[in-house]
């Protein structure tokens, strides 16, 4: 069986841009792959966090892997500082990767021009922890949504580089980016995409939203003043509702358009609340039941790390090796 990798940072609320764009293909690609899937708090910390508050979003991450549909028997479920390897790779890709390289990066870019001078190291190197985290596991496929293709170029260089200068090491890993939700877009500014760490709250819909939340969210969504529903550039806050329906339903986005034919925005927004509440709701009381069964998590984690560290410690062991460790 291939192995997928992927994950999320307990960094914030996970959005419904998470789900379409990297949960719900995890869903769908378990039955298929050796999947891990990881909760990624090493890259949470690269902005600074609350600890009280990310123990409970990590712990809330790995129940909405798990509420969503996610086998903990099938996939490994873990938490990235319960394997030290990551870290080790890192640093020894650190000494692979070029400055201009992470400095190209339009994710660290953008956040240095909001951050100035104090903006951390760490999300100056961040890509290179990802790479280190993707390459640990042989990884043929990773999931994600397409604001992440840029690093995940990152990790298939390194991966190459490597192995040039010494022999066949790393496997080199392929992006999973699906069409229509890869990118969510932000509800207030369309042309932006949707962020959990966002300072406006009506401009992204949390997986664990209320029902009243997601309506009034969805009603007051940027639109335009042209009218009618069509699937176009011009028209991007429709065009981001009607990927979102897409994502639900699985319908083509010319269909969907077929639809609404006669119908007005407030239609649409509509039935994409109704769709959204009706695909969120059951999720939602699981994540609240997996909440209060915090052994039964300690557990899933715990099972999840032993089989990471099992997968990955080899890899390690090679790449040391061939640098000339002893
Ligand atoms: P992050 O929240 O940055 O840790 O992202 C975790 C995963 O969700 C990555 O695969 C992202 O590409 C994906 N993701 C985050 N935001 C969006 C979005 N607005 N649309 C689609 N995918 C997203
Ligand atoms: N950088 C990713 C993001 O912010 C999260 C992530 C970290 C990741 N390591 C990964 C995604 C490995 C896929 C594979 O979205």
């Known amino acids: 069986m291939k192995n997928i990798f992927s994950g999320i940072q307990p960094s914030g609320d996970l959005t419904i841009g998470n789900y379409f764009g990297a949960i719900?293909?995890?869903i769908k690609l378990q039955s298929e792959y050796n999947c891990f899937f990881c909760i990624v708090d090493l890259h949470a910390i690269t902005v600074r966090q609350e600890p009280k508050r990310l123990r409970e979003k990590i712990l809330e991450t790995?129940?909405?892997?798990?509420?969503?549909?996610?086998?903990?028997?099938?996939?490994?479920?873990?938490?990235q500082s319960h394997v030290p390897f990551h870290s080790e790779l890192s640093w020894?890709?650190?000494?692979?990767?070029?400055?201009?390289?992470?400095?190209?990066?339009?994710?660290?870019?953008?956040?240095?021009?909001?951050?100035?001078?104090?903006i951390s190291v760490g999300l100056f190197t961040y890509p290179i922890l990802m790479a280190a985290d993707i390459l640990l596991y042989n990884t043929?496929?990773?999931?994600?949504?397409?604001?992440?293709?840029?690093?995940?170029?990152?990790?298939?260089?390194?991966?190459?580089?490597?192995?040039?200068?010494y022999s066949d090491t790393f496997k080199i890993p392929d992006?999973?980016?699906?069409?229509?939700?890869?990118?969510i877009m932000n509800l207030q500014s369309p042309d932006k995409k949707m962020s959990k760490s966002d300072e406006n709250e009506?401009?992204?819909?949390?997986?664990?939203?209320?029902?009243?939340?997601?309506?009034?969210?969805?009603?007051?969504?940027?639109?335009?003043?042209?009218?009618?529903?069509?699937?176009?550039?011009?028209?991007?806050?429709?065009?981001?509702?009607?990927?979102?329906?897409?994502?639900?339903?699985?319908?083509?986005?010319?269909?969907?358009?077929?639809?609404?034919k006669n119908k007005g925005y407030g239609d649409l927004k509509n039935e994409?609340?109704?769709l959204l509440i009706d695909?969120?709701?059951?999720?939602?009381?699981?994540?609240?039941?997996?909440?209060?069964?915090?052994?039964?998590?300690?557990k899933i984690y715990k099972d999840g790390a032993e089989k990471a560290i099992e997968a990955s410690y080899r890899m390690l062991r090679k790449v040391k090796k061939k640098i000339g460790f002893i």
């Open 24 to 26: 719900k293909n995890w």
């Open 279 to 298: 695909e969120l709701s059951t999720i939602q009381k699981r994540v609240k039941e997996l909440m209060d069964n915090k052994d039964y998590l300690e």
């Open 92 to 118: 020894i890709l650190n000494c692979f990767t070029y400055m201009g390289e992470t400095s190209r990066m339009t994710q660290y870019k953008e956040k240095s021009l909001k951050s100035g001078e104090s």
């Open 62 to 79: 790995l129940a909405i892997y798990i509420a969503s549909g996610i086998d903990p028997n099938k996939n490994t479920l873990f938490i």
């Open 140 to 165: 043929d496929l990773v999931p994600v949504g397409s604001d992440q293709k840029q690093h995940l170029e990152l990790a298939r260089d390194l991966a190459e580089r490597f192995n040039n200068i």
């Open 272 to 274: 994409v609340s109704n």
């Open 202 to 260: 009506n401009s992204y819909i949390k997986i664990l939203d209320d029902e009243n939340i997601i309506r009034k969210k969805i009603s007051r969504s940027v639109t335009d003043s042209i009218g009618s529903i069509n699937y176009s550039d011009d028209q991007l806050g429709i065009k981001n509702l009607i990927n979102i329906f897409s994502s639900i339903t699985g319908e083509d986005t010319y269909d969907i358009v077929a639809r609404f």
């Open 175 to 183: 992006p999973y980016i699906s069409s229509t939700s890869s990118r």
